[in-house]
C-alpha cells in the first residue's frame, strides 16, 4: 500500500503546541534516557522521525504518546533543543482531535478564543435551562424538600442522560482509536483471545497509574493519582447517591465523609498542578497550552462552586446555596459536555486504552517476529552494520 | 546617473545596516536606498516598474553574499529596458570576513560599488617593512611543522611552548587515523629536528606574556618560566626523579599514571631534560625548608631549586598562532558517569592507556581496586598486569553537536572512535567493541575506507547516541536506540571511552586580545577568509595554524602550518608585510575609489 506524505504534518502538529521538531537530528538520546521506550515502543525519536517525514496515518495509528507521561528527561537531554516530550504532549492533542469524529476538538486545540467561546455558551444556556425549570417547578429560596429550586430527582434523571450521551461519544471516538490503532493494521494480528487475556490491564492501569509511577519523580504521579480518584470518588457519589448528598441540612457522614475527602483531594491537586504550571516546576510544565489552563481553572472553578454550595446550604442560607449550585451546574455541564469527549478529559479513556491496545500490537509483534525466527529471518544478534 | 542601492540583512549581526542605509543616501548620485530586510524574494516585474518611475541606471545589491540576489535584479534592469550589467555587488562577507568595524568596511563596499570600482582596487592595505624573525606560539605539530618550513628556509624562528617538552597532544598518540601509522615515528624525527635546528630558538616552559608593536615589527615579551634544571648541564639520567618523594598525576598521561614534582614529561621529550614542577615541589612550596632532595643528588649538579622566572623580548616580523586544543572536560556532562565509574575513560586517557609507551605499556587494562599504604584509601589504579576489558563501548560526540555544549562537530573524534575500536580488537583476544555514533563523519582521504574496514573488523557499529551508563552490582550497561534495527538496546560493558569534543586552549582569548586577533564565537580563532584567506588573520603578519583556528586532524594541521610558513616567507622575501586589515579607512578608500572611478 501505497504510503502518502503529508509535507506539512509538522506545521499542523505546531498548531497544537510542538514547536522545534524540525530541530531532531536523531541521536537517540531521548529514545535512551526515557524510562518507558522499550521495544517494540521505541519513542520519542521515532515520533519525530514520522513527523517530519510527514507520514500521518502512520502517526494516526501510533500508540506512543500515550505512553509518554512527559517528565521531560528527554528535553532536557536532547542536544538539539528539539523539546521531544512538548512534541509528544502535542501529539496527545493532535490524536485526541483524530479519534473526535466530530471535529470539535480539532476546533478547540487550535483556537482557544473558540473553546472560551463554547464554554461560556453551554454555561449561559445551563444557567438558563436549570433558572427557568427551577421557577417553574420550585422556590428559589428552598434548597432540598418538594418545592426545592432544583430537586434532585430531576437533576439525577439529566446527570444520567448527560453521562450516557457523553459515554456514547467517548464510546465512539474509543472505537475510532481502536481502528486506528490496531483494528486497521495490516502487519499483525490480534487473536480474540488476546483481547480477554490482557483486558485485566485496562482497569489496573485506570486505577493505579502505574506505569506514571515508573517516570523519574513520584510527585507527579501522587497528584495525578489524588486527582483522578478524588475524582472518581465524587462521580459516584453524584451518579449514584444524589439524593443523600444534597438532602440536608444534616450531615450524613457516610456519603459526606468521602464528598469531603474526595473535595480536598480534588481542590489540593489542582492548585498543586496550577501551581506548578505557573512556576514551571519541572519540563513537563514548562509549556503550558491553553487548554491545559481552561482544564485546570475549570476544574477548580466547579470545585469550589460545589464545595460553596454545600456549606451554604449547611449553614442555612438557601437562596445563596441555590445561586452557588446554579452557578456550579454552570461550570459542570460545559466541562463535562466540552472536555470529556473533545478535550483533555478525554484521555480518561484514551490512557488505558492506549495501554491496552500496546499490549495487545506488542503481543502481536512478538508472535511475527517469532514465527519469522522461526523460519530462518531475522537475527537475534545485533546487526553488524 | 542614477543609483539605486538595496540592502540585504543576511550578513554579520555586526554590521548597523542603518547607519550603512543613512551613509548610502549622502552618495553622490544614489537616488533611492531600500532596505530590504533578511530574507527577500524580489520579484523582478515590481523592481523593473520601480526602476522604471526612478529611471534608475545602477543598481547596487548590499549583502553579506548578494550574488543569490542577482538574477532578479538583472532580469528586472532588463525588463525596464536598463543595461543589464548595471547590477553591482557589495559583497561584505567576501570583502570583509568578520572581525571589528564591520559597518565602516560596508560603507566603504558600498561606496565602491556605487562609483563601479572593485573594492579590493580601491581599499589597497598599506605595506610596512618586515622584520625577518618569526614568533610561532605552540610547539605542537602544527608549530613544529610551520618552524620547520620556516627555519629550513634559512630564516629565524622563536617557538614558544608552555609545557616542559615539544609534540602537543600528537606526541600523546600511539597511531594515527586512518593509515594506523605510530604517530611517535612521524613526529620525533620533527621534533628532534626543531631540537637541533640552529635557526630555530627553541623556548620551552615558556609563556607569551605581552605582545606590541605593528605589523613587521613586533616586540614579544616572553616569560620563561624557572625550569629549576640547567638543560646544558642535565644529561637525563632520571637520579633526581628516583630520589624525589612526591607524586602527583601526570598531566602528560592525562592522569591515568603518576609522575614525580622533578620530571621529564615523556622519555623522547624535547628538549630532553628534567624540570621541576612548582607547584608540587615540597622544596619550593616550603620556601626552601624542606626536602631538596634531588640537588642534594644530582650528578652533574645542574639542579638549581631557587632558579627564579626570566624574561626574554625578542623582535619579530610575524607571528604564527599555533595554540592547539584542549578537551572538554567530560565530568560536565552527566549520565556518562565520567568522573565516578573507574573505568569511564575520556579518548585521551585510552590514548594514553594503548599508548605503547604508556603507563601500562600499550596493554588495555580495566582499573582495579588497591589500597593505597600512604594515603590509607582504596583507590581505583591502572597496573600493566590489570584484567583486559571483555567489552568496550566507545561513544561519539561526546559534548560535540549539542547546544548545551559545543554546537560545532569536533570533526576527529568519529575517525580516533574507530581506531580505538581497531586498538581494541587488535589488543584484546575476543573482545567486544560497541560504537555509538549520530552520524559518521568519514569526510578525508582514506577515511570512509578506514570506517569500512573497522566495521568489517566486527566491531558493532550502532547508529544512536546512548544517553546513559549506569553501573549495576558491579556491571557498566550502556543502553542506546539501534536505529538501524529499530531497538532499544543495552550492552553490559566493561569499558566505556568518551570522544569527547575539542575546545580552543586555555588562554586563547588572551591571546586574541593581546594581538587583536577576533575570535569566533566558540572561542577559536578567526581566518581572514573561510575559503580565500583560511591562514591569514585581520592582523597584518598574524597567521593561524592548525587546531586553534578550528578543530582539526593531523594532516589538515600540517598542511595548514606549511601554507602559513609559505605566507610568512612571502612577506619575508618581499621584505614587506600588510598592515592591519581590521581598519579600512574610509575617507582614503571613498578618495582612491574616486580616482579611479575617473580613470
Known amino acids: ?385 | 546617473m542614477k543609483i539605486g542601492v538595496f540592502l540585504c540583512h543576511s550578513g554579520p549581526d555586526s554590521i548597523n545596516y542603518e547607519s550603512v542605509a543613512n551613509y548610502a543616501r549622502n552618495l553622490p548620485e544614489v537616488d533611492l536606498v531600500r532596505d530590504i530586510g533578511p530574507r527577500p524574494k524580489p520579484d523582478p516585474n515590481l523592481l523593473a516598474e520601480e526602476i522604471r518611475v526612478r529611471q534608475l541606471d545602477r543598481i547596487v545589491l548590499g549583502a553579506s553574499s548578494p550574488g543569490r540576489l542577482k538574477p532578479a535584479f538583472t532580469r528586472a534592469m532588463a525588463l525596464a529596458g536598463r543595461d543589464p550589467t548595471e547590477v553591482r555587488l557589495a559583497s561584505f562577507r567576501e570583502h570583509g570576513g568578520g572581525g571589528a568595524n564591520l559597518t565602516e568596511r560596508a560603507k566603504a563596499i558600498v561606496a565602491c560599488a556605487s562609483r563601479g570600482v572593485p573594492f579590493s582596487l580601491a581599499a589597497v592595505t598599506e605595506l610596512m617593512p618586515v622584520n625577518h624573525a618569526t614568533l610561532i606560539v605552540g610547539a605542537g605539530v602544527g608549530g613544529i611543522q610551520a618552524a620547520l618550513e620556516i627555519a629550513d628556509a634559512g630564516e629565524k624562528v622563536y617557538l614558544v611552548e608552555r609545557t616542559g617538552t615539544i609534540g602537543g597532544h600528537m606526541a600523546m598518540f600511539d597511531k594515527t587515523f586512518p593509515t594506523l601509522d605510530c604517530a611517535a615515528c612521524i613526529l620525533t624525527p620533527k621534533m628532534v629536528a626543531v631540537g637541533q635546528h640552529e635557526s630555530i630558538e627553541l623556548l620551552t616552559y615558556s609563556e607569551v606574556q605581552q605582545i606590541t608593536g605593528e605589523p613587521g615589527a613586533y616586540k614579544a615579551t616572553i616569560l620563561k618560566k624557572a625550569r629549576r634544571v640547567d638543560p646544558k648541564a642535565c644529561v637525563s639520567c632520571g637520579v633526581c626523579a628516583e630520589v624525589c618523594p612526591t607524586r602527583v598525576p601526570s598531566e602528560f598521561d592525562c592522569g591515568i599514571a603518576e609522575r614525580r614534582a622533578v620530571y621529564m614529561p615523556f622519555p623522547q621529550a624535547v628538549p630532553n631534560v628534567f624540570l621541576v614542577d612548582e607547584a608540587s615541589c615540597t622544596y619550593v612550596q616550603s620556601g626552601g625548608k624542606k626536602c631538596g632532595a634531588c640537588a642534594k643528588k644530582c650528578p652533574k649538579g645542574c639542579i638549581n631549586l631557587d632558579e627564579a622566572d626570566g624574561t626574554i623580548e625578542v623582535e619579530v616580523g610575524n607571528v604564527i598562532l599555533a595554540t592547539g586544543y584542549d578537551v572538554l572536560d567530560a565530568r560536565r556532562i552527566e549520565g556518562y558517569g565520567c568522573g565516578k565509574l573507574p573505568n569511564v575513560l575520556t579518548s585521551l586517557e585510552f590514548e594514553r592507556l594503548t599508548n605503547a609507551s604508556g603507563p601500562t605499556g600499550g596493554r588495555i587494562v580495566m582499573k582495579t581496586k588497591q589500597y593505597n599504604k600512604r594515603r590509607k584509601v582504596d583507590e581505583w589504579v591502572l597496573s600493566a598486569d590489570g584484567e583486559p576489558p571483555r567489552s568496550v563501548a566507545i561513544i561519539h560526540c561526546v559534548g560535540s553537536r549539542d547546544s548545551r555544549y559545543n554546537a560545532y562537530c569536533s570533526r576527529v573524534c568519529c575517525m580516533y572512535s574507530l581506531k580505538f575500536a581497531h586498538l581494541v580488537k587488535e589488543k584484546i583476544e575476543g573482545a567486544e567493541c560497541y560504537e555509538f555514533y549520530i552520524d559518521m563523519r568519514a569526510f578525508g582521504k582514506g577515511y570512509e575506507e578506514f570506517a569500512e574496514r573497522i566495521k568489517s573488523e566486527g566491531a558493532f557499529v550502532v547508529r544512536g547516541r546512548t544517553a546513559t551508563v549506569t553501573e549495576r552490582d558491579g556491571q557498566m550497561y550502556v543502553k542506546g536506540e539501534d536505529m538501524l534495527r529499530d531497538s532499544v538496546v543495552e550492552f553490559p560493558v566493561d569499558m566505556v571511552i568518551l570522544a569527547i569534543g575539542l575546545v580552543p586552549a586555555t588562554g586563547t582569548r588572551e591571546l586574541a586580545a593581546m594581538l587583536r586577533v577576533p575570535v569566533e564565537h566558540d572561542g577559536w580563532f578567526q581566518e581572514l577568509n573561510y575559503n580565500g584567506d583560511p591562514t591569514e588573520t585581520e592582523r597584518g603578519g598574524v597567521f593561524v595554524a592548525g587546531a586553534c583556528h578550528a578543530p582539526k586532524d593531523i594532516p589538515d594541521t600540517v598542511a595548514q602550518a606549511s601554507a602559513v610558513a609559505a605566507g610568512v616567507l612571502k612577506s619575508i622575501s618581499r621584505g614587506k608585510t600588510v598592515s592591519s586589515r581590521a581598519d579600512v579607512n574610509l575617507s582614503s578608500v571613498e578618495a582612491r575609489a574616486k580616482t579611479l572611478q575617473v580613470q
Open chain 1, 1 to 385: 500500500m501505497a504510503i502518502r506524505v503529508n509535507p506539512k504534518l509538522i506545521e499542523d502538529i505546531e498548531q497544537y503546541g510542538a514547536e522545534e521538531v524540525s530541530n531532531c537530528y536523531h541521536c537517540g538520546n531521548c529514545s535512551a534516557v526515557c524510562p518507558h521506550s522499550a521495544d517494540p515502543f521505541i519513542f520519542p525519536r521515532r515520533s519525530m522521525r514520522t513527523l517530519q517525514m510527514g507520514l500521518e496515518s502512520k502517526l494516526r495509528s501510533s500508540l506512543e504518546p500515550w505512553l509518554c507521561y512527559y517528565c521531560g528527561q528527554c528535553s532536557e537531554q536532547c542536544p538539539r533543543e528539539a523539546e521531544p516530550g512538548e512534541t509528544m504532549m502535542s501529539l496527545r492533542r493532535w490524536l485526541t482531535s483524530r479519534y473526535d469524529f466530530t471535529a470539535i476538538s480539532h476546533l478547540f486545540y487550535r483556537s482557544w478564543k473558540a473553546e472560551v467561546v463554547a464554554i461560556v455558551a453551554m454555561a449561559l444556556l445551563t444557567g438558563l435551562g436549570f433558572a427557568l425549570y427551577g421557577f417553574s417547578s420550585g422556590d428559589i429560596n428552598t434548597y432540598d424538600g418538594p418545592t426545592a429550586f432544583l430537586q434532585s430527582p430531576a437533576v439525577h434523571v439529566f446527570d444520567w442522560t448527560m453521562a450516557g450521551v457523553l459515554t456514547l461519544l467517548l464510546l465512539v471516538n474509543s472505537a475510532r482509536m481502536w481502528w486506528f490503532t490496531v483494528g486497521s493494521r495490516t502487519d499483525i494480528r490480534v487473536p480474540l483471545l488476546s483481547y480477554v487475556k490482557r483486558a485485566v490491564s485496562l482497569p489496573s492501569h485506570f486505577f493505579t497509574q502505574k506505569r506514571y509511577a515508573q517516570c523519574g519523580e513520584k510527585g507527579p504521579w501522587l497528584v495525578h493519582l489524588v486527582l483522578m480518584l478524588s475524582y472518581v470518588m465524587m462521580f459516584t457519589l453524584i451518579m449514584f447517591f444524589l439524593h443523600e448528598v444534597q438532602a440536608g441540612p444534616g450531615i450524613n457522614w457516610n456519603v459526606h465523609a468521602f464528598g469531603y475527602i474526595a473535595s480536598v483531594g480534588l481542590i489540593g491537586a489542582t492548585v498543586v498542578m496550577l501551581r506548578g504550571r505557573l512556576k514551571k516546576s519541572r519540563p513537563g510544565n514548562k509549556h503550558s497550552h491553553e487548554t491545559d489552563w481552561i482544564f485546570l481553572v475549570l476544574l477548580l472553578y466547579v470545585a469550589v462552586t460545589g464545595v460553596t454550595q454545600h456549606v451554604l446550604h449547611r449553614t442555612g442560607f438557601d437562596l445563596a446555596a441555590n445561586i452557588a449550585y446554579l452557578a456550579h451546574m454552570m461550570g459542570v455541564v460545559p466541562m463535562l459536555v466540552l472536555e470529556v469527549p473533545f478535550g483533555k478529559w478525554s484521555h480518561l479513556a484514551y490512557r488505558p486504552l492506549a495501554m491496552f491496545f500496546s499490549e495487545l500490537v506488542a503481543d502481536a509483534l512478538r508472535e511475527n517476529a517469532r514465527v519469522t525466527t522461526q523460519v530462518g529471518i531475522g537475527s537475534p544478534q545485533p546487526a553488524r552494520v
